[in-house]
C-alpha cells in the first residue's frame, strides 16, 4: 500500500482515434500522476516478450499483431495505490463487462481492442516499467 507506480499502455485502437488526452485526463482525474511517458511503434519482438504470459493462449499472435498495429503511449503512473486504482479506473478486460464511466466501458471497442493496459501486481509493475523505461526517464 502507499504510494505505488504502475506500468500504463495506451494501446493502438486509443491513439488511433486520438485519445490519449482524455485518456490520461481520465487517469489524472483519478488520483494518478504520469511520471513518465513516451509515444512508440512497439516492436513484434517487444510485444511478444511483454505479453510472454499469454504465449500459449489462442489470442497470442490477434494480440501482438494488434499491439503492433499502432503507435502506443507507454507510461508509469505513480498514486496512492496505483495498481489497483489504475485497474479500477481501466475497468474488466471486455470492455461489455466493464463498469459505467471506466476507460474500457467508454473507449474500448472488444475485448482485444479494449484501450488500455495496466499492470496487475507489485511484481509485474517493476518488470514492466523496467522493460520500458531507464530509471532517468522517470520523474515524480
Ligand atoms: P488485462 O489486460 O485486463 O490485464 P489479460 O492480462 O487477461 O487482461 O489479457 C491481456 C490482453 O490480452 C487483454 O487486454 C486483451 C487480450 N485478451 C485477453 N483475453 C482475450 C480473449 N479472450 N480474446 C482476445 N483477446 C484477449
Ligand atoms: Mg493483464
Do not use: C, W
Request: hydrophobic share 40%; glycine share 10%; charged share 25%.
Amino acid at each position: 500500500m502507499g504510494i505505488e507506480r504502475t506500468f500504463s499502455i495506451i494501446k493502438p485502437d486509443a491513439t488511433r482515434r486520438n485519445l490519449t488526452g482524455k485518456i490520461n485526463a481520465m487517469f489524472e482525474d483519478g488520483g494518478l500522476r504520469i511520471v513518465a511517458q513516451k509515444r512508440i511503434r512497439m516492436t513484434r519482438e517487444q510485444a511478444e516478450t511483454f505479453y510472454g504470459v499469454h504465449k500459449e493462449r489462442a489470442f497470442f499472435n490477434d494480440l501482438v499483431e494488434f499491439m503492433t498495429s499502432g503507435p502506443v503511449v507507454v507510461q508509469v503512473l505513480e498514486g496512492e495505490n496505483a495498481i489497483l486504482r489504475n485497474r479500477e479506473i481501466m475497468g474488466a478486460t471486455n470492455p461489455a463487462n466493464a463498469d459505467e464511466g471506466t476507460v474500457r466501458a467508454t473507449y474500448g471497442e472488444s475485448v482485444e481492442a479494449n484501450s488500455v493496459h495496466g499492470s496487475d501486481a507489485p511484481e509485474t509493475a517493476a518488470e514492466e516499467i523496467a522493460f520500458f523505461f531507464a530509471g532517468s526517464e522517470i520523474t515524480g
